[in-house]
């Protein structure tokens, strides 16, 4: 189509969006999806400022523990007794106090139990099987033997299923402490049955226990600005809102067994032996990994009984949990490792069970994370990291994490059995590795960025999962990440039903691909294609330094991401995380203009060409050859008939000057200007917003790449036309060829249209030797028959 | 926490004491199930060129898969692509993932054409006969003895992406192919 320069002058946007296209569509779309969030958000105060920073009048609890502990390793269970000192540094006065007993989830009349539906027998798997018969038949629940004051009087209190409410003898005003005390007893689950956060594995071989203990002891509700007593019960999915403090606890086990723990070993002299505390001392001034007790020592440890107690006494400063782990079977390593400026004992104990991946891979796995971390984020701020294997997996707690994986019995795992060049057994180390950088990661979202689990699964897993995707990056190239890519979340942003991340961690649907890989792909696609990698990273960093040993809310960090950018995201919160809908951009329509530059010398010739260009039609064809009347009577003929309306006249001339006359000389450079205007027509079928990045072939050959920002779709977010100026011709272009985007369907990215092969053909086509083949090249040049 | 990878290797049950321990589900007054971010699976399914086949690329998640052959076969069994483990994943896949006709017919995988055994994403390519002129049942109950917060996905790739069809223990078998 030849586009009349005055028409054109009228475009003085270059890009059509809505306009005409618009008003076949729905236009209030764009507007909406581009609202600000405000209504959405909680209203900023000086506590939580507009800006996404804690205020001046920024407040939280604090609790600090005592706690003797004594591990039953013939019953199973764990008698505690506490102090607590509560500090109230809210400006409120408060009248009773509320802390959780997370034990009494495992009461056969827990809401966890009864809250559930009922099975659908048909197809009940074999997998629920166990767990179901563990947990009717487990003697669960935390037995509260006292609650008292300092002065040692009985103090009122309430079970609430998984909530303790105590009385305060008196309100306890702004700025006041109480200490009181409390003593229990519970079963410890058997955890390779039931899949808690924590319990026991038995060996039938050796006759020992392995010992993961977490939620063990009544602690502190969180009370916050924002939502009071954080009293939700406690149903399983939800984890923990907890206040930070200090913890100073002893641990009595069998002096044969070894302790891992949040925190410092205080009385190393008394619980190791020589040789065992010469190799820790070691440990501490090396960045070399170094054994404490090696696998030979272990293994013979797990035929000792001794009827001999130890206590091993820990402390740990500003965390707002504690867990440890107990056994005669473990192997223990250790080593310094630096996390910016700081060095950080990481270690690893593990059984025998666990080798020979663990000694390779686990260490290293913690060194490697508070190493990658600390660059996105703040310097890991604890003196140990540590990792764990049993039967939990994978678990997080203040620097000691659980990790599952584990060889088989005959020392394979998974595919090991295959030749090592065949990039086989690394499926099982990836596994490993992949668990201990998630479950160390969570020790800055939300150990130390202590936000609301119960609440906001997403603000924890979200963020580590994104880092997480980061840190395995830099492991090697190519690591194997099961998320963070956004073609990965594409199957789940297309399926239904789904909750928008925003949702309540109990009633998620799905919950892994909520609450882990879509926030976490989320992050991805911001620091890539919308913020950069600069703009991000910085505002990111400034997100987790503002709330490091705080508590955010998800209003923060929207507001943080971009007080510290400059850019406009609430588009972006509220399609990702506030919405349902997916990414699917059609390539719909492409037109060329060209301009009409009025000049005959140029146009006549133009439209002749033109004209030539079209091929006879089948009349003009078959009439060629016959005589025609003013062939037959030339009297017929005229000055129309001679003349040819692609010369150029004396008048069109004097048209063309008219015009120059009346053109300023920018007009006139523009007018002379070889230029080609394409449109192309975009439609949002999936209908959540995105930016476009582009890729445009040219007739000569030349690639060019460009990113069109989301704010193209905030007039009408259907459907929209951007132009295109150059002086080459268009041959190609092409939608997210990166696969940056999420988009659900690639077969409509392109134009022209570039055809969609299934996997399935995709595989038959391969001509690779398949994996078991690759090993031996007279084996792979035969055809298999 | 993580996704739990590595179920309970609860290699001790049978497929034969199943029958036993249902009787005893019904005296229980509910179902305990690890909430698990980890189980999903995905499968591509378009026509052959017969025009009487579906092709299917699957992918699930290799230790998964592995738990569920372990469980059935009775033996630990490790995912590698050997003849013997492709009979165990046939076998598997002949009663998780099947066709059910309009005339009432079920249809099985009958060719594993191959598998792509990898980390990050397994896939499992098969191919199932399926009758075009009828109306198509997908029973897809993979992993969902596994798991049971296994869902699992499939798109047929004659139709839009958001046609994509979702499966869960409560609904394992939806309307794949309306017959012509
Ligand atoms: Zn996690």
Redesign the interface.
């Known amino acids: 189509m030849r586009l009349k320069f005055i028409d054109f002058l009228v475009l003085s946007l270059f890009t059509l969006a809505s306009g005409t296209v618009a008003a076949a569509t729905s236009p209030a779309t764009g507007p909406e999806k581009f609202a600000q969030l405000e209504y959405l958000l909680d209203t900023p105060t000086e506590t939580r400022l507009a800006s996404g920073a804690p205020g001046p009048t920024y407040w939280q609890q604090r609790a600090d523990y005592r706690i003797d502990v004594t591990l039953d390793d013939r019953g199973q269970r764990i008698l505690g007794s506490e102090t607590i000192t509560y500090y109230n540094q809210s400006p409120h006065t408060l009248r009773y106090l509320w802390l959780q007993l997370d034990q009494n989830r495992f009461r056969p009349d827990s809401d966890d139990m009864l809250s559930r539906t009922a099975p659908d027998f048909a197809h009940f798997p074999y997998g629920s099987l166990a767990n179901l018969l563990t947990r009717s038949e487990f003697d669960g629940g935390v037995d509260i033997k006292a609650v008292r004051s300092e002065g040692g009087d009985a103090l009122e209190h309430t079970i609430n299923k998984t909530m303790l409410r105590v009385e305060l003898p008196q309100p306890l005003a702004a700025g006041e402490q109480f200490v009181f005390s409390v003593d229990w007893e519970h079963n410890i689950i058997d955890a390779t049955e039931t899949g808690a956060r924590g319990g026991y594995e038995y060996f039938e071989e050796d006759e020992n226990y392995l010992y993961e203990i977490a939620q063990w002891y009544p602690r502190m509700a969180a009370y916050t600005d924002y939502q009071g007593w954080q009293n939700k019960q406690f149903l399983g999915n939800g984890e923990f809102t907890l206040e930070l403090g200090t913890f100073d606890v002893a641990i009595t086990v069998p002096a044969d067994h070894i302790v891992a723990a949040t925190g410092v070993l205080q009385n190393p002299k008394e619980v190791l032996s020589k040789k065992q505390l010469s190799r820790y001392e070691a440990a501490q001034e090396s960045t070399e990994q170094r054994f404490v007790v090696t696998p030979e020592e272990a293994k013979k440890n797990e035929g000792s009984r001794t009827s001999v107690a130890k206590t091993w006494r820990f402390r740990a400063e500003n965390v707002r949990d504690f867990a440890f782990a107990s056994s005669r079977k473990f192997i223990w390593d250790a080593r310094m490792a630096p996390s910016g400026s700081r060095e950080v004992l990481a270690m690893s104990f593990y059984p025998n069970e666990a080798e020979p991946l663990w000694s390779q891979y686990s260490t290293p796995s913690i060194a490697h994370t508070i190493d990658v971390y600390s660059r996105y984020t703040f310097e890991y701020p604890y003196p140990t990291a540590i990792s764990v294997n049993g039967p939990v997996g994978g678990m997080e707690y203040p620097m000691i994490s659980f990790n599952k994986p584990r060889p088989y019995k005959d020392g394979t795992y998974w595919d090991v059995r295959q030749k090592p060049e065949d990039k086989t057994w690394e499926r099982s180390k990836y596994g490993l590795i992949s668990v201990i950088i998630h479950e160390v990661g969570h020790n800055y979202f939300p150990m130390v960025v202590n936000s609301d689990e119960r609440q906001w699964t997403w603000m924890d897993e979200g963020l580590n999962t994104f880092l997480q995707f980061i840190t395995e990056q830099a492991w090697e190239e190519e690591y194997p990440s099961r998320r963070g890519e956004p073609e990965k979340i594409v199957e789940y942003m297309i399926s239904a039903p789904q909750t928008p991340i925003m949702t309540n961690s109990e009633s998620i649907y799905q919950f892994g691909n909520n609450a882990y890989a879509k926030p976490a792909t989320a992050l991805n696609i911001l620091r890539e294609s919308i913020m950069g990698r600069d703009l991000f990273d910085y505002a990111f960093q400034e997100y987790a330094r503002r709330w490091k040993f705080k508590r955010p809310t998800p209003a923060d960090f929207f507001r943080t991401m971009e007080d510290a950018s400059a850019v406009d995201l609430d588009w972006f919160w509220r399609g990702w995380f506030y919405g349902t809908e997916y990414v699917d951009v059609a390539v719909d329509n492409i037109a060329l203009y060209q301009l009409d530059t009025r000049d005959p010398d140029v146009e006549k010739p133009w439209q002749k060409a033109e004209k030539d260009k079209l091929e006879p039609t089948l009349s003009e064809q078959r009439n060629a050859d016959a005589e025609t009347l003013v062939q037959r009577y030339p009297k017929l003929r005229d000055f129309y008939t001679e003349s040819d309306e692609f010369s150029v006249t004396p008048w069109d001339y004097a048209q063309f000057e008219q015009l120059q006359q009346s053109l300023t000389d920018r007009e006139k450079a523009l007018l002379n200007a070889d230029k080609n205007f394409y449109t192309v027509t975009f439609s949002n079928i999936g209908g959540l917003v995105t930016p476009l990045p582009l890729r445009i072939t040219y007739a000569d050959g030349k690639v060019e790449e460009l990113q069109i920002p989301a704010e193209i779709w905030r007039r009408n977010a259907e459907q929209v036309t951007k132009l295109f100026i150059t002086g080459k011709e268009i041959t190609g272009i092409e939608f997210d060829p990166y696969r940056s985007t999420a988009d659900a369907d690639a077969a409509n990215n392109a134009w022209p249209r570039k055809p969609k092969t299934s996997r399935f053909q995709l595989f038959k086509e391969k001509e690779d030797p398949n994996p078991m083949r690759r090993g031996n090249k007279e084996q792979w040049e035969q055809p298999i028959l | ?10 290699s001790r ?1 049978r497929a034969g004491r ?1 029958a036993l ?2 009787g ?3 005296a ?13 699976s ?1 499968a ?1 399914i ?1 026509w052959a060129a017969d025009g009487a086949t579906l ?3 699957l992918r699930v998640l ?2 998964d898969l ?2 569920a052959l372990t ?1 059935r076969s009775g033996e ?1 069994v ?5 003849p013997e483990v492709r009979t165990l994943v046939l076998a598997y896949l002949a009663e998780h993932f099947f066709l059910r006709s309009e005339s009432g017919q079920t249809l099985h995988p009958d060719e594993l ?2 598998m ?6 397994s ?1 499992l ?1 098969f191919t199932l006969p399926a009758p075009p002129e009828q109306r198509l049942y997908l029973h897809d ?1 993979l992993l ?8 699992n ?1 499939a ?1 047929p ?1 004659w139709a ?3 046609d ?1 069809l ?1 499966f869960t ?2 609904q ?1 078998e939806l309307l794949l192919w309306q017959g012509h």
């Open positions: 926490m993580i996704g739990d990878a590595f179920p309970p290797a609860a049950q199943t321990i249902w005893l589900w019904l229980l007054v509910a179902v305990p199930a690890w909430p698990h971010p980890w189980h999903t995905f591509e378009d092709e299917v690329a290799p230790e592995e738990t469980w630990a490790v995912l590698v692509d050997t054409v191959g792509d055994l990898a980390y990050d994403a896939w390519y109950s969902m003895d596994v798991d049971s917060s296994q869902t996905r798109q790739l839009a992406p958001a994509t979702l223990p409560a394992p």
